[in-house]
């Protein structure tokens, strides 16, 4: 079946410009999660969502970071005033349940660079 | 900090070697998993281990997980060129990555 797909695969802009990402998670998956990763970095937790709960904004640097989950399905994160800092890959990852019992399935990321 | 902390940060071994990397976490955790991050392909998930137990395996792959010491290794036995990639642990708690430990294995 489908896997976790984002878009773009790509964003180039401009510091100060908004960008949006999208997150399509495997359908049924009631988890979704997005990370971070920056050149030759670990992955940076930045949100989670499970069913109708309220998400885990923990991981979110700054206030300009921002997720929302629609119809618990797709997802977007929003990112305000862009800073050449935010340039990474953003990843988005779905499981079944929760982390605590489900494996989580990766998307391919999008590569987003600040100029 | 990062939950899950790999080491050694960067292994480089012969095809056929074995290959080791541990890793050590902080808090009470219900399972630990095992990523692969190959460079273009994605992550991928290797396995799972939850905290009731020991030892997994899948493949040439061997997990082993030690509460007492929250820590947990993986093992690639017989290893290939195409095993070369960072490599990734996470516990359920917090969903935190560590740094990974960069896998070369040389033909």
């Known amino acids: 079946g489908a896997g976790v797909s984002q878009s773009p695969s790509n964003k180039v802009t401009e510091k100060g410009k908004d960008v949006e990402l999208r997150c399509d998670p495997i359908?049924?998956?009631?988890?979704l999660y997005w990370y971070r990763q920056s050149l030759g970095q670990g992955l940076e937790f930045l949100i989670y969502?499970?069913?109708?709960?309220?998400?885990?904004k923990s991981g979110l640097p700054s206030d300009r970071f921002s997720a929302e989950r629609t119809g618990g399905s797709v997802s977007t994160l929003t990112i305000q005033r862009t800073q050449q800092e935010d340039s990474a890959v953003y990843l988005c990852?779905?499981?079944?349940?929760?982390?605590?019992?489900?494996?989580?399935?990766f998307g391919p990321g999008t590569r987003l660079t600040v100029l | 900090s990062q939950q899950g902390e790999e080491d050694p940060q960067a292994l480089s071994i012969q095809e056929g070697e074995n290959a080791t990397m541990n890793c050590s976490y902080k808090?009470?955790?219900?399972?630990l998993q095992w990523y692969r991050q190959n460079s273009g392909r994605g992550l991928v998930h290797l396995i799972l281990i939850r905290s009731n137990e020991r030892e997994k395996h899948s493949g040439r792959l061997r997990v082993t997980l030690d509460t007492s010491k929250k820590s947990s290794s993986l093992l690639i036995t017989a290893s290939r060129a195409a095993d070369t990639a960072s490599y990734f642990c996470?516990?359920?708690?917090?969903?935190?990555f560590g740094a990974g430990t960069r896998l070369t294995v040389k033909p």
């Open positions: 996470a516990t359920d708690e917090n969903m935190r």
């Open positions: 808090t009470s955790i219900n399972n």
């Open positions: 969502f499970q069913g109708n709960s309220a998400p885990d």
């Open positions: 359908s049924g998956h009631t988890a």
């Open positions: 990852a779905s499981s079944l349940g929760g982390p605590r019992t489900d494996t989580q399935y």
